[in-house]
């Protein structure tokens, strides 16, 4: 590969925050488990600070070494093979995301244009961002970063004066495993812990890699809970589960002084910008992983066709609203996840360090 | 060789620039001004055992137009039935040359045959259509939905509108109740199901105004609370923003003393006595002299104390009333004492939830009205020079 971008800390945070606040205001109700999502916000991100403390510890044990690069290491030959089912995992989960946009953007505001409209000028614009490389992407995420804190904290001002903290009661009524189950599965959400390893020797100081992970994690949980608090706060537990999309209904909801109503199109526009930083990061991350994997000279050619692969997956899963959710809440999924998030970087890290220690001795 | 690159390159960016623009122009929500209906009321009517009946108000496109003083109407009605609230909604496309545009709708009214079979199968359309709005207020009529969006108001030219005023500005008789869609969804979802929605009739003069309170179980009607005992109601909700408590004078009882109610702050408490729930309503009501017919001197500390324990017993009596008609007649837990056993007390909501309506007829209640008359306006004597 070619000599390496370089991206700041702070563009870094950024980046990692859009990509994962912009899922929760689309799921939003799918993590909603009664009352206790309060609690489940704060278990779900000592989940993935478990998982980002074991990634920190493999860039730790080989800095300046893509993820990638670590896994072969670890695995020799077959490291490669991992990374390619990483990356297959990876436009899987990515697809079914896009999907979720597509579904929010179709129902809500666009019913009668096609779906494959919507992709196709929505993929167009991915490949021609994901193709400038991830300083542009950095720099973009700055500006979105802050239009998308200034929209979530302007909602919440507009419908506090309806929050009804009473809703949340009664806490813990149904014991803690389904509330353990629904913060694994927010917490499974977050593809970003691996993504951000794949790209780590990118980041301008490695060593403030772990603060950067916890920034970003650390807004966009205050993001889901600044959410979670409206959407419950203002409509209540048993009327949120009705919703399809909650933060959508809050945001149709909000209006101050019978004069700032309707602003549901601004919130999906600003709601655009972030989903195309997220996929265009994912793509970008994926085309990246390929080169690297094949030992390419250029990611660019990749770009394109893993956009098209996309779309296509997008346009068979899209076609019904209820596969996008029955996917994202299935077992296999979790499953899944958990091989690819937890189980496959434990053992990574796990070889790595006997190997030290193997080396050392001798 | 760098000119026929730089020529290919704009005449490649000529092209994307041509191919978005046509594409962007392929918008297929578009909706121009002229070629939408825009929607102020919907009326909903039974109108055979399957078929409902659906009245849509929508303005009159030449009215948007500036003409002065003309005396015609701004608002046309049309109507259309169907198996569903959709279908009936599409029918009337059968009649308008325009497609209807739900966005603007502000009032829908629903006709009491179709109230008392249930309102929530009609309200899914207007919920989960992309163009409805959770703002909508509700009422029910005790006539038939379509007289009343066909009638008129005097002061305004757009009924819808006049309705929807109504609600609004009467909350200062604090004898009405607002409802919008999102609040009936959110009682309809909750613990115990049931609706509070206010009505509207044609009035004498044949101008509409505002009724007694529907009251909903579940999502079927079951009865009516006339104005005292939709304040009753009211209090016991907090929710009462201003009002008129008459009460007789002190030493001369036949003559009234109107208080205006200035603010009202409520709290609830839970307490267990031998094992059962006990609901506590503490309610403190701030207000100010209004009125006196009489001509007697209030304005002393022992009448104005006398006053305010007179406003008391009005106000506890009024809870009273509405508590005891929704436990005897209604047998709807319309005060939301059953979620808030569920919020305080979870594991005493599991045994009683199952058959909540009989113990709902069994609950205490305990009410505590504090008033307190900080204001007697700008007199303090009707005759003076005594």
């Known amino acids: 590969m070619e000599e390496r971008e370089q991206i700041s800390l702070r563009q870094f945070i950024y980046i990692i925050f859009i990509s994962r606040a912009i899922l929760g205001i689309a799921y939003g109700n799918v993590e909603v488990e009664k009352q206790d999502i309060i609690v489940e916000v704060f278990l779900s991100f000592s989940f993935v600070v478990l998982m980002m403390e074991v990634i920190c510890a493999i860039i730790r044990e080989l800095p300046n070494k893509t993820y990638i690069e670590c896994s072969r290491v670890a695995f020799g030959k077959l490291g490669s093979v991992i990374c390619l089912i990483y990356v297959i995992y990876f436009i899987y989960k990515d697809s079914v995301s896009f999907a979720m946009f597509n579904a929010l953007i179709s129902t809500a505001i666009l019913p009668e244009t096609p779906t494959i409209f919507l992709s196709i000028t929505f993929i167009i614009a991915v490949v021609y961002g994901a193709t400038k490389g991830l300083e542009t992407i950095g720099r973009v995420a700055e500006i979105v970063g802050v239009i998308i804190i200034i929209s979530i904290v302007s909602i919440f001002l507009l419908v506090y004066k309806d929050i009804d903290m009473e809703n949340f009661l009664p806490l813990l009524e149904r014991g803690p495993m389904p509330m353990i189950k629904g913060g694994t599965v927010v917490a499974l959400r977050t593809l970003e812990v691996i993504f951000i390893a794949i790209i780590a020797p990118y980041l301008s100081d490695i060593n403030k890699i772990r603060k950067g992970y916890i920034i970003g994690f650390a807004t966009s949980w205050v993001v889901f809970f600044i959410i979670i608090i409206c959407i419950i706060g203002v409509f209540g537990v048993n009327q949120v589960v009705t919703k399809t999309f909650p933060y959508y209904s809050l945001v149709k909801f909000a209006n101050a002084f019978n004069f700032v109503e309707r602003i549901q199109a601004v919130h999906i526009g600003i709601w655009v910008l972030g989903a195309y930083i997220k996929i265009t990061f994912a793509i970008y991350i994926m085309a990246y992983s390929l080169a690297e994997i094949f030992s390419l000279r250029e990611y660019k050619p990749l770009i394109l066709p893993i956009g098209l692969i996309m779309m296509a997956i997008n346009e068979l899963l899209v076609s019904r609203y209820v596969d996008i959710r029955s996917i994202t809440l299935s077992s296999i999924d979790i499953a899944g996840t958990i091989f690819f998030q937890v189980i496959i970087p434990l053992i990574m890290l796990i070889i790595i360090k006997i190997k030290k220690c193997v080396l050392k001795k001798i | ?386």
């Open chain 2, 1 to 386: 060789m760098k000119g026929i690159k730089l020529c290919i390159k704009k005449v490649l960016l000529f092209c994307i620039s041509i191919i978005f623009s046509i594409s962007y122009i392929g918008c297929w929500n578009r909706r121009e001004l002229s070629t939408v209906a825009i929607i102020q009321g919907v009326g909903i009517d039974k109108s055979s055992d399957i078929d409902i009946k659906l009245t849509t108000q929508i303005i009159r496109p030449e009215s948007m137009k500036k003409t002065q003083g003309s005396k015609e109407k701004h608002v046309v009605t049309i109507k259309s039935t169907g198996e569903s609230s959709f279908d009936a909604f599409r029918n009337s496309t059968f009649i308008s040359d325009r497609k209807l545009f739900l966005s603007h709708n502000k009032v829908i009214v629903i006709g009491e045959d179709l109230a008392k079979q249930g309102v929530s199968s009609v309200l899914d359309f207007f919920a989960r259509d992309h163009e409805g709005s959770g703002n909508v207020l509700l009422f029910i009529s005790k006539e038939k939905a379509e007289d009343i969006i066909e009638g008129h108001h005097d002061q305004e030219t757009i009924l819808a509108k006049a309705i929807e005023n109504l609600a609004k500005t009467t909350s200062v008789s604090g004898k009405v109740v607002k409802e919008t869609m999102d609040d009936f969804f959110k009682q309809y979802s909750g613990d115990i199901p049931y609706a509070i929605i206010p009505g509207v009739k044609v009035g004498e003069n044949g101008s509409i105004n505002l009724d007694e309170t529907a009251v909903f179980k579940s999502d079927k009607l079951v009865g009516w609370l006339d104005h005292k005992e939709t304040r009753g109601l009211l209090w016991t909700l907090g929710k009462v923003k201003s009002t008129i408590v008459l009460i007789n004078t002190p030493q001369e009882e036949n003559k009234k003393v109107s208080l205006e109610v200035l603010s009202e702050k409520m709290e609830r408490s839970l307490t267990i006595v031998d094992g059962k729930p006990v609901v506590n309503l503490k309610i403190n009501v701030k207000s100010s002299l209004g009125e006196q017919v009489s001509d007697k001197n209030l304005i002393h500390k022992e009448y104005i104390e006398d006053m305010e324990k007179r406003q008391s017993v009005v106000i506890k009596e009024e809870i009273e009333n509405i508590i005891n008609k929704s436990k005897r007649e209604l047998n709807v837990d319309i005060f939301g004492f059953g979620p808030m056993i569920h919020k305080r007390k979870p594991k005493m909501w599991a045994v009683l939830k199952d058959n909540w309506d009989d113990e709902f007829k069994n609950l205490k209640v305990n009410i505590e009205v504090k008033s307190k008359i900080v204001r007697v306006g700008l007199k303090l004597d009707t005759k003076g020079g005594r």
